[in-house]
C-alpha cells in the first residue's frame, strides 16, 4: 500500500481512481504549517532560523496523514508542480519526520502538469526527491514576508488607521503606484489636431486619405496646435485636386501567439471575456481538477501557473492533426511552431496552458457557462499557435495636390490567406493603438 498526498480533495478521488487499490490518496487541503504572527518568527541573526507552526486544521491534517503513514509501505508528494507545492511537500516530511511516523518508509516526489490518467501514471514511473532550490526558494520568500511586513504593518496601522497589512509586494506596488501618479502630475497636456478627407476615385468605394504634408513640409503630431491651424489646412486640403504620387502594395505575414502563460491568460480572459484576474484563476482552477466525461473526472486543462510557452512534443502533433481535420492541409505548417518565452528571468519550469486533449473541440464539451468560455478561449490559442501564418497585403497610397500645397495619404489591407485568422486572433488593449 502506497500513501500519496496531494493538495485538493477534489483530486484526490480522481487520482486514486487512475492509481487503483494499492493506492491511498489523502488531500493535505494546502499548507499545513506556517510562521506564526509574532516577534521571533524569523531571527536573522540565527542564520535567518524559522519557527514553524500548525493551526488547529493543519494539526489535524498532518495527525490523519501520520496516521495513514503508519500503514503504508511507502510515502509519495504529489502536491502541485510549482514553488508552494514543493513547499507543501517539505513541510509535510519534517512534520511527519518530527513525529518519527517515516522509519525506514520509502518517501519520494512526483508531479504533473495535467489530471490525466496517462499523466499522472507517468508521473509515478518517474519519482524523484524533494527539489531543495525551489524549498530555498520559498523559505527566503516566506522569511521576507515577515520581516519586511512584521516590521512595516504596525506603521502602516498607526499612520493609516484601517489599514490591513504590508510587506514585500505591497511595498513595491505602492510605490509603482505613487510614481505613475507623479508621472501623470507631471503631464502637459498639449492641443493637436488630425486632418482626414474622404477620397474617391472615378470608379470604387471611397476610402479615407489623411493629411501627412501642408506647403512642402512633413506634418509631426503636433503641427496642428489648434482648431485655427486646423481649419486653414482643411481649407487647403479642400481646395486641391489630386492625383496619385505611389501606390505600394507588400505582402505580409502574420504569425500566431504563442499559447497561453498565467499572465496572458488573466489578459485575453479580461479582454474578450470581462473576467477579472481571480474569476480567471478560479475557473482555471476547475478546468484543471477536471470535469465528469463518461464517468470518468478528467482534467481538461495543464497546470495554470505556468510563465513558460512551450508545448510538449505529442501535444503539437496532436494540434497538427487537428488543424489538418478541422481547416485543411494547407492551414498545417510544413514544420511545427517552437516557442520560447521572451521575459527575463522566466523559469519556464512548466508547459504553457494547453487544453490536455486537442480532440476535445469546445463544442463537444457540456460545460457551466465560465468554465466553457476559458475552454473554448485556451482551445482556441493552443491550436491557433500550430497554424500557418496569415498572408495580407497592406496597400498605402500617397495623393498629392496639383498645386504641391497638401499631401494626403491612405493605407489599407487585404487578407490573402486567413491562416490562423480562420480561428483565432489575439485580442488589443486598444484598438487605436498603432505603437
Known sequence: MHLVVVESPAKAKTINKYLGANYDVVASFGHVRDLPSKDGSVRPDDDFAMVWEADSKGAARIRDIAERVKNADSLILATD????????????????????????KAVSRVTFNAITKDSVLAAMANPRQIDQELVDAYLARRALDYLVGFNLSPVLWRKLPGSRSAGRVQSVALRLVVEREMEIERFKAREYWTVSAQAKAQIG??????????????????????????????????????????????????????PFTTSTLQQEASRKLGFNAQRTMQVAQRLYEGVDIGGETVGLITYMRTDGVAMDQAAIMQCRAVIGDRFGSEYVPEKPRYYSSKAKNAQEAH???????????PSKMRLEADMAKLYDLIWKRAIASQMEQAIVERTTIDLV??????????????????????????????????D
Do not use: C
Open 205 to 258: 468605394a471611397a476610402f479615407e486619405a489623411r493629411l501627412v504634408s501642408l506647403d512642402g513640409k512633413k506634418l509631426d503630431k503636433f503641427d496642428l496646435p489648434d482648431a485655427t491651424s486646423a481649419e486653414a489646412a482643411k481649407a487647403a486640403v479642400m481646395a486641391g485636386s489630386y492625383t496619385v504620387a505611389s501606390l505600394e502594395a507588400k505582402p505580409l505575414k502574420r504569425s500566431p501567439a504563442p
Open 81 to 104: 508542480p510549482d514553488r508552494e507545492g514543493e513547499a507543501i511537500s517539505w513541510h509535510l516530511l519534517e512534520a511527519l519526520k518530527s513525529r518519527k511516523v517515516l522509519k525506514d
Open 401 to 434: 495636390d496639383a498645386n504641391g500645397r497638401a499631401g494626403l495619404r491612405a493605407t489599407g489591407q487585404v487578407v490573402l490567406f486567413d491562416g490562423f485568422f480562420a480561428l483565432y486572433q489575439e485580442g488589443r488593449d486598444d484598438e487605436e493603438d498603432e
Open 351 to 361: 508547459e504553457a496552458i494547453r487544453p490536455t486533449d486537442p480532440n476535445r473541440h
